[in-house]
C-alpha cells in the first residue's frame, strides 16, 4: 500500500516570495491533516480536512496561508508571501476517518531567507 | 483546554540500557493517546496507542507504554536500547478528533 506522498521534499525561497506544497493521501482515506512542524517543536494542526471540506482550520495563519482539496484525494497548502517565521516542515496526514490512526508524509521542509 | 507535556527535552541513554519517556496530559476523560517516532529527516511513525483496556500497551520495536490515570501520564519504556532507536519521541493525545503533540524527547544512544 502506497503512503502519503509529499511534494517538494526541500523549498529554499526569500521572504515575501510564495511556496506551494503538494500532498496526495492514502486512497480511500477520508480525513486530510496539515501539520506545521517548527525545529525544536512538536508538529502543530494547521487544518484539517473530511473529504474536501475544512473540519478545523483554527490555527492556521489565514491572512498568508491557504489550503485546498478540492476533488477529496490530493491537498495543495500554500504560502503567500512567506516570512522568515514560517521556515519548518510541513507534514501532511491521512486517516481512514476522524479519529482514527494518522499516517504521515515525510514531510517538505522549508526554509525562508 | 487539553494538552501534553513531555518534561525531558534530551535523553541520552547507553546502548543495552533500559529508556523511559515521560508523557502527562491534561484532560478530563480519558483521552485517545499515542507516541510517535521521528528519525532525522523521516515522517512520523506511530509506535502505539492507547484507546482503552489493558493499560499496558505494546508496541513495535520493543516498546510499551502505561497508561495511569491517576497520574495523567502515558510513559513509554524500551528494556534494552539499540543504536537505531536514536530519534525523536513525541507523545500526542485525541480531543475532539484533533492529534495534538507534544514538544518531543530527543534520544541520543551512546555505545
Known amino acids: 500500500e502506497a503512503g502519503v506522498a509529499q511534494s517538494p521534499r526541500y523549498k529554499i525561497i526569500e521572504k515575501r516570495q510564495s511556496v506551494a506544497f503538494w500532498c496526495n493521501p492514502i486512497s480511500g482515506h477520508a480525513t486530510l491533516y496539515w501539520y506545521q512542524q517548527i525545529l525544536g517543536q512538536g508538529p502543530k494542526l494547521l487544518i484539517q480536512?473530511?473529504?474536501?471540506?475544512?473540519?478545523?482550520d483554527s490555527q492556521l495563519p489565514k491572512d498568508r496561508f491557504s489550503a485546498e482539496r478540492l476533488k477529496g484525494v490530493d491537498s495543495t497548502l500554500k504560502i503567500q508571501p512567506a516570512k522568515l517565521e514560517d521556515s519548518a516542515v510541513y507534514l501532511c496526514a491521512s486517516s481512514y476517518a476522524q479519529g482514527g490512526e494518522l499516517f504521515f508524509g515525510e514531510g517538505s521542509r522549508l526554509t525562508v531567507l | 483546554a487539553q494538552s501534553v507535556t513531555q518534561p525531558d527535552i534530551h535523553i541520552t541513554v547507553s546502548e543495552g540500557a533500559s529508556l523511559e519517556l515521560r508523557c502527562n496530559y491534561s484532560y478530563g476523560a480519558t483521552p485517545y493517546l499515542f507516541w510517535y517516532v521521528q528519525s532525522p529527516g523521516q515522517g512520523l511513525q506511530l509506535l502505539l496507542k492507547y484507546f482503552s483496556g489493558d493499560t499496558l500497551v505494546q508496541g513495535i520495536k520493543g516498546f510499551e507504554a502505561e497508561f495511569k490515570r491517576s497520574q495523567s501520564s502515558f510513559n513509554l519504556r524500551k528494556p534494552s536500547v539499540h543504536w537505531s532507536d536514536a530519534a525523536e519521541y513525541f507523545c500526542a493525545v485525541v480531543v475532539d478528533y484533533k492529534l495534538s503533540f507534544g514538544a518531543g524527547t530527543t534520544v541520543t544512544v551512546r555505545a
Open positions: 480536512f473530511q473529504n474536501n471540506g475544512v473540519v478545523d
